[in-house]
Nanobody, 125 residues
Framework: QVQLVESGGGLVQAGGSLRLSCAAS????????MGWFRQAPGKEREFVSA????????NYADSVKGRFTISRDNTKNTVYLQMDSLKPEDTAVYYC??????????????????WGQGTQVTVSS
């Protein structure tokens, strides 16, 4: 069982930056692949980024590539999402997720077994 708690969301102007954190409980955190998804009002949840169990492999949606960076610290049971050059279209609730598969390959939400409660990110123009 893994419990996930996101933090770091907020209101920022376009072009600004935010760093999201996701703190995980459980001794097996380092075995899990971790993902970030987001959901804007009236839209389906979409993949943002993923990282494998060791942090050696990452994956990004085309819409955030070059602007967002995912990382993890297994000593702190925490995964991060650094978001730079934010755009109004990045506005959404951002969710942290965990998959026991360990890989960064999975971009579908069905592959992830555990989810956080979400944190709101609002980018003003």
């Amino acid at each position: 069982q893994v419990q996930l708690v996101e933090s770091g969301g907020g209101l920022v102007q376009a072009g600004g930056s935010l760093r999201l954190s996701c703190a995980a409980s459980g001794r097996t955190f380092s075995r899990y692949g971790m993902g970030w998804f987001r959901q804007a009002p009236g839209k389906e949840r979409e993949f943002v980024s993923a990282i494998n169990w060791s942090g050696s492999s990452t994956n990004y949606a085309d819409s955030v590539k070059g602007r967002f960076t995912i990382s993890r610290d297994n000593t702190k049971n925490t995964v991060y999402l650094q978001m730079d050059s934010l755009k109004p279209e990045d506005t959404a609730v951002y969710y942290c997720s965990a998959t026991p598969r360990g890989s960064s390959f999975y971009t579908g939400s069905a592959a992830y077994d555990y989810w956080g409660q979400g944190t709101q990110v609002t980018v003003s123009s």
